[in-house]
């Protein structure tokens, strides 16, 4: 298989990848009940800013307990489904070079595009949210194994960012906590 060229990897790159920011979620405040309500809660409180051809979530609330626990935050996924993702416009080349925040010449950086191309075109386009509470218990690791207790909830929380994306190494890059 012949190597495409840094240049051509980019433009390659820059036509499939979506990388849309939803504004009309950013800000927006959020009560979740409990971890396993957490995806539901947040879908219900935000649909009216929410695409229509969205599922129900797909974390697994043990994880979105303990990234609550643990930070003080949510990372949800919501998988978008049908025909009308169209709107989901092409990132172009500069746009590209923002989101990846790339300012200097990288090292092995044709390798980095194929390894991004390839996530690209295996991840389905999916909504993401991150969300951040000003209550945490960051450091008592015995909430992070047994859950938090019952009296914690309600919490609120505030969408700190949304993106429509077919990009989970993006989105981690930008949202790394682990």
Same mark, same amino acid.
């Given at each position: ?36 309500? !957490? ?9 009216? !800013? ?48 923002? +989101? ?5 010449? +990288? ?7 194929? +390894? ?45 960012? !949304?993106? +429509? ?14």
């Amino acid at each position: 298989m012949r190597r495409l060229t840094t240049f051509s990897l980019l433009r390659k790159i820059a036509s499939r990848l979506k990388y849309i920011q939803v504004i009309d979620l950013l800000g927006r405040e959020v009560i979740v009940l409990s971890p396993s309500s !957490a995806q539901t809660d947040v879908q219900e409180q935000l649909a009216d !800013a929410l695409p229509e051809n969205i599922d129900s979530g797909r974390k697994d609330p043990k994880w979105i307990g303990v990234t609550i626990a643990k930070y003080g935050l949510m990372d949800l996924e919501y998988g978008l489904s049908g025909d009308n993702l169209d709107w989901a416009t092409r990132t172009y080349t500069e746009d590209l070079r923002k +989101i990846l925040e790339i300012d200097d010449p +990288i090292e092995h950086v044709d390798e980095l595009l194929e +390894i991004l191309l390839e996530d690209i075109e295996e991840t389905p386009i999916t909504l993401r949210l991150y969300l951040s509470t000003d209550r945490c218990w960051r450091a008592n690791l015995h909430y992070i194994q047994k859950g938090l207790p019952n009296n914690y909830w309600p919490l609120t929380f505030i969408v700190q960012d !949304a993106r +429509i994306t077919n990009s989970s190494l993006i989105w981690s890059h930008h949202h790394f906590y682990l």
